[in-house]
Each structure stands twice: as structure tokens, then as C-alpha cells.
């Protein structure tokens, strides 16, 4: 099994410009979520899926989309970057019947809005 | 918002040496985990504590769970260069059909040789 994986693994978008960061998982996992790191903070909550079709909020979600049309994959979108939006994405997934409530984790994106 | 405040935000020891690294919350919450990051890479879960007072084991690290639900602290014993990485507590929080994590905001740890 690959785990999850991200991609890409950096970019670069000027102020205005849209992208997709793309996340997948082969683990058959349930949950998926989408995570924001900036330096010196904890992970933060941008948005998170109970299954396909369904996608609900976090703490910091706005300036961002997401979608779930299949189990496997949960990518993020990023509409009119901002330089607020500088930051390491990460994507995670577990299982929704797991009792340690383990997420895992992909490698990251590091995206710079400049 | 659950806020879960880490203490000491950095932390720089000699191999050999103990440490002791908080998490602390004015909230309850329903379990604790711990996870190390290493540069380049995500979070890796190291343990989860379930019940107030919890203490686990893993080799060098222990866990201990607050009585209260609301606090954890993580104790290496003898720590080794291969400890250096950045230790983020989460709460668990059930939400509906979800579980969310609300995140420290890390200690980062280097041990040097």
C-alpha cells in the first residue's frame, strides 16, 4: 500500500491564481481531511469527509473548496490565492471504526503565495 | 475553539538526558494522542490515551493522561539523537458521525550527540 499521497509536493502561485492540491488514499479508508500548517502552529482543521459525497467544514476553511466523488481520493481547492494562504497542506485519512482514532497521514505540500 | 497549549515550545538536550513535554487544555476530551513529526513528513501517530489517569508505555516514552481529561504530558528517559523531531498532542473530539483533532501547536525537540 502507497498510504496517502499529495501532490505535488511544492508550488509556487502568485496572488490571484487558483490550484488544486490532489490526495489519495488505497487503505479503503472512510474519513479524509485536509490539514494547514504554518510554522511555529499546530495542524489546522480546513475541511473533512465522512465518506463520498459528503464534506463538512473545519476551523479554517475559508478560501478553500473540496469535493469526494470517490472513497479513494479528496482533493482541495484553492480559488484566488492569497499570501495568507502560505502555508503546509496535509492530507489524512482513517478509519471511521478504528478505536485509536489513528489518522494518517501523506508527506505534505508546501505551497508559497507570493 | 479548543485550544491545547504545548510547553516548552523548543526544547535542546544533551543524548543521555531526561525530558518531560506538556499538553494542556482548559477542555475535556474524550481521548489524547501524541504524534512526532520529522522534517518533510507528516505526523506519525505514537500513542493514543483513553481514560483519565491513563498511563502507556512505548520503550523510552511515556504517556500519562490527566485525571480530568484534560491535560497529557509525554517523558523520554534517556534520550538518543533519533528523538529530535517536532511532538504534537491532539485532542479527540466526536462531533457527530466525525472525529476530529484539534491540535498543539508542537515542541520541538533536538538532541544533540
Known amino acids: 500500500n502507497a498510504g496517502v499521497t499529495q501532490t505535488p509536493k511544492f508550488r509556487i502561485l502568485k496572488i490571484g491564481q487558483s490550484m488544486t492540491l490532489q490526495c489519495a488514499q488505497d487503505m479503503n479508508h472512510n474519513y479524509m481531511y485536509w490539514y494547514r500548517q504554518d510554522p511555529g502552529m499546530g495542524l489546522k482543521l480546513i475541511y473533512y469527509?465522512?465518506?463520498?459525497?459528503?464534506?463538512d467544514k473545519g476551523e479554517v476553511p475559508n478560501g478553500y473548496n473540496v469535493s469526494r466523488s470517490t472513497t479513494e481520493d479528496f482533493p482541495l481547492r484553492l480559488e484566488l490565492a492569497a499570501p495568507s494562504q502560505t502555508s503546509v497542506y496535509f492530507c489524512?485519512?482513517?478509519?471511521?471504526?478504528?478505536?485509536?482514532?489513528?489518522?494518517?497521514f501523506g508527506p505534505g505540500t508546501r505551497l508559497t503565495v507570493t | 475553539t479548543q485550544l491545547l497549549e504545548q510547553s516548552p515550545q523548543f526544547l535542546s538536550i544533551q543524548e543521555g538526558e531526561n525530558l518531560t513535554v506538556y499538553c494542556n487544555s482548559s477542555?475535556?476530551?474524550?481521548?489524547l494522542q501524541w504524534y512526532r513529526q520529522e522534517p518533510g513528513e507528516g505526523p506519525v501517530l505514537l500513542v493514543t490515551v483513553v481514560t483519565g489517569g491513563e498511563v502507556k508505555k512505548l520503550k523510552r516514552l511515556t504517556f500519562q493522561f490527566g485525571d480530568a481529561r484534560k491535560d497529557s504530558s509525554l517523558h523520554i528517559t534517556a534520550a538518543q539523537t533519533g528523538d529530535t523531531g517536532l511532538y504534537l498532542c491532539a485532542g479527540v473530539i466526536s462531533s457527530g458521525s466525525a472525529r476530529q483533532l484539534t491540535f498543539g501547536s508542537g515542541t520541538q525537540l533536538t538532541v544533540l550527540p
Open positions: 469527509s465522512v465518506g463520498a459525497g459528503i464534506t
Open positions: 477542555s475535556v476530551f474524550s481521548s
Open positions: 489524512a485519512s482513517s478509519y471511521s471504526t478504528n478505536p485509536s482514532y489513528e489518522q494518517y
